[in-house]
């Protein structure tokens, strides 16, 4: 009890006093930024002019930069594309057993319960973790403008964590598992995990610290926090002995939403707020917004989880907190949104030119729909139906589908030409991947949305029956399968760019 | 490493918030239940233990909620699945398993509602042998058939409609039947309140 009141009073002071020190910066004018910093990803005379994949006219400042800690990132980008494709296999294999239920199922190994964390962890823990931090420790000295220091550690980290990953997966085959959504890796793989993911968080956070940059750009403060937030809430969900009963559900589903909230999200939206006027030419719209909807999406996204669990056995203030913070999150999503849509309104034309501009806008406009739908559904009564159906898969998929992989693909086209120094010449097929991803997400997340609709007024119906609820599902499952394959294949397609990028031969060098 | 510090510093603090809500203060909270609460539930045994992990391994959570909600929330209660569930009916499980998603129906008291073992290894063998719309993965790799008129052993089950064909359940598949028909959430909410109350104030 002691320890517990310890850590109890210890928690509170220092978030308060972490609010106070924020008050008193605010005041003092520390937090309020310039606009013009907005312009500090630019170089000289860069203002203006479209940056398209193909890296032509980069110049040397950028090319210095980039290829610092090359192999290092190389070595996470490939290894996430390889799981993502694992990944989205398994995916569609558990997506058609639920409409041909008896497909692979004689054996112990390929049983949909079995199949379905696989598909979970992999594409969590092997494809968006990794892909993430690749582009982010990319991204992070072209915005310190130093080198990405003591980088040979992150070859330590990336065959540990993929090392990690592989292992996991082998043991939740057979049986080894903490059995909780979004933490099945068996406890000790996450102590790999944990290691791995500091060894990652030391580079770069060194980078930042040595950094004499006057201004760091919003991208930065969402990767540093991001970077913060995850170790923590990794550490913490993970910790089993701490937690009991329907407490530990309340864990869980703290982590599981904090997984999205405090880390895939900020590491996406960073690349956003980077490639967005990188691309077009032209700063964001509004500096000072994108300032109110990071310390928005800091406050409220950290508590939002219990929206999971919304009708169950737990305590109704901690429920009605969620409430108001998932309403709460319009604020920071609508800011972002106004100032990556306007930025994208003004300078519309650059998406006939560029391919990657397509991916991110794709996966802003994503970001935006999926985050109010989830601010939507929160309430209670829309949480009433949408509980316990496809809904919430559907709404999964659009916020780490539709958003996020969409600009971890643009994010890593964008990327890895400057990395090699090569310029790919086949541009048609990254835009065969684009329509072939986008087409399969749509077909994939607008049906089963309206199935799990359905499915959710059946469970609401006091004269229907269980067998109603199911049966509605099954055209929308199906469709599922047809976007999910889709899906696939543009995986197959990106696999193939980014070989073909990386055997493309070396550009020349603008001085 | 100009003004990184403010935001270190804030993302400290929010998250540091976020552990003190989500974390700590219901950690408190519901140690309290798990104290005044253990008189109204009983242990699992050692095969439902078991049992229990088999449920985790082969995923069943991610298609059953073991969590009823109120009847203002969904239809539950009329589909038969008891009443609204409480912190205490989770007392033993570690880890939880209160699922979100209901491809299959919820699980809280199926040990009342299918008190039958044989139904359940059926079941799990091949659902659609007694829930023709079922899309319920079978566990036929759980059991092995043995093709001979008279039962083969004490525990062997006749598959309906199939001349001298027995089921024979291997210990997992027991198990995990012992682990169902141990389901049966079905203490009076009024004695839990009671037993809660005798203890500490009931501070929900």
């Not at chain 2, 008129?149 to 359940?169: D, G, M, R, V």
Request: hydrophobic share 45%.
């Amino acid at each position: 009890m002691d320890a517990k009141l310890v850590f109890l009073v210890l928690t509170f002071s220092i978030s308060i006093l972490g609010m106070f020190a924020f008050v008193i910066a605010l005041i003092q004018k520390q937090v309020l930024v310039p606009d013009s910093a907005s312009k500090s990803i630019f170089g000289k005379n860069e203002i203006g002019l479209t940056e398209l994949e193909s890296n032509g006219n980069i110049s040397k400042t950028w090319r210095i930069l980039d290829q610092s800690a090359r192999n290092p990132i190389l070595f996470f980008i490939v290894s996430s594309v390889i799981w993502l494709v694992i990944g989205s296999i398994l995916g569609l294999l558990v997506s058609l057993k639920f409409h041909q239920p008896e497909f692979l199922g004689a054996d112990d190994f390929l049983t949909f319960g079995k199949l379905r964390p696989l598909h979970l962890n992999v594409i969590a823990y092997g494809w968006l973790s990794p892909a993430a931090l690749a582009v982010a420790m990319w991204l992070v000295p072209r915005m310190t403008r130093i080198p990405l220091q003591n980088n040979k550690i992150l070859y330590g980290s990336g065959i540990l964590w993929n090392f990690g990953v592989f292992a996991g997966c082998v043991g939740l085959l057979y049986g080894y598992t903490d059995g909780l959504e979004w933490l099945e890796f068996w406890w000790p793989i996450d102590i790999l995990l944990a290691i791995a993911g500091a060894m990652v968080a030391i580079p770069l956070f060194k980078t930042v610290y040595k950094s004499k940059e006057k201004h760091l750009y919003v991208s930065m403060w969402y990767t540093i926090c991001a970077l913060i937030w995850f170790p923590v809430l990794f550490v913490i969900a993970n910790s089993h002995f701490l937690h009991t009963g329907v407490q530990q559900a309340i864990a869980n589903w703290w982590f599981a939403h904090n997984v999205l909230g405090l880390w895939v999200t900020p590491l996406g939206l960073g690349i956003i707020y980077y490639l967005l006027p990188k691309i077009t030419g032209y700063p964001i719209a509004s500096y000072q917004l994108s300032l109110f909807g990071f310390w928005g999406l800091a406050l409220f996204y950290s508590q939002v989880g219990m929206h999971h669990l919304l009708g169950g056995p737990i305590p109704t203030w901690i429920a009605n907190l969620s409430i108001v913070m998932s309403a709460g999150m319009a604020i920071p999503v609508i800011t972002v949104a106004i100032n990556h849509h306007v930025s994208t309104y003004r300078h519309f034309h650059v998406l006939k030119d560029s391919v990657v501009l397509r991916f991110i806008v794709f996966g802003a406009m994503s970001y935006t729909i999926s985050s109010l739908q989830g601010s939507l559904h929160s309430i209670r009564t829309f949480n009433y139906v949408t509980h316990f159906t496809h809904w919430t898969v559907s709404h999964a998929h659009l916020g780490l589908y539709g958003f996020t992989s969409m600009v971890l693909f643009g994010g890593i086209y964008f990327a890895l030409p400057r990395l090699m120094g090569t310029n790919f010449r086949k541009q048609y097929l990254i835009n065969a991947h684009f329509w072939i991803a986008a087409v399969g997400i749509i077909i994939y997340a607008v049906p089963l949305g309206i199935g799990g609709w359905l499915q959710g007024q059946e469970l609401r119906n006091t004269s229907g029956s269980f067998e109603l609820s199911l049966k509605i599902t099954m055209p929308y499952l199906f469709l599922r399968s047809i976007g999910g394959t889709l899906m696939l294949i543009s995986h197959f397609l990106f696999l193939f760019n980014v070989v073909g990028i990386l055997k493309s031969p070396k550009d020349t060098v603008k001085s | 490493m100009s003004k990184a510090y403010i935001f270190v510093f804030g993302g400290v603090s929010t998250i540091t918030l976020s552990i003190f809500l989500f974390v700590l203060v219901p950690r408190l909270q519901i140690s309290v239940v798990n104290n005044e609460g253990k008189s109204i539930q009983s242990p699992y045994t050692r095969s439902q233990l078991e049992g229990r992990q088999t449920y985790i391994e082969y995923g069943c959570v991610y298609c059953h909620t073991q969590q009823v909600r109120d009847p203002s929330a969904g239809a539950d209660k009329y589909f038969g699945w008891g009443r609204a569930s409480v912190p205490s009916d989770y007392i033993f499980d570690r880890p939880h398993l209160l699922g979100t998603m209901r491809t299959g129906p919820d699980l809280s008291n199926i040990g009342l509602r299918k008190p039958s073992r044989i139904w359940h290894h059926l079941h799990l063998f091949d659902p659609r042998l007694l829930v023709s719309w079922s899309i319920m993965p079978g566990f036929p790799f759980l059991y092995k058939t043995v093709q001979i008129e008279n039962s083969p052993a004490k525990n062997a089950i006749k598959i309906p409609n199939n001349p001298n064909l027995w089921l024979l359940p291997s210990e997992k598949a027991e198990n995990l039947v012992d682990y169902m028909l141990s389901l049966k959430r079905d203490g009076s909410i009024k004695d839990i309140n009671n037993n809660i109350q005798k203890g500490k104030k009931n501070e929900f």
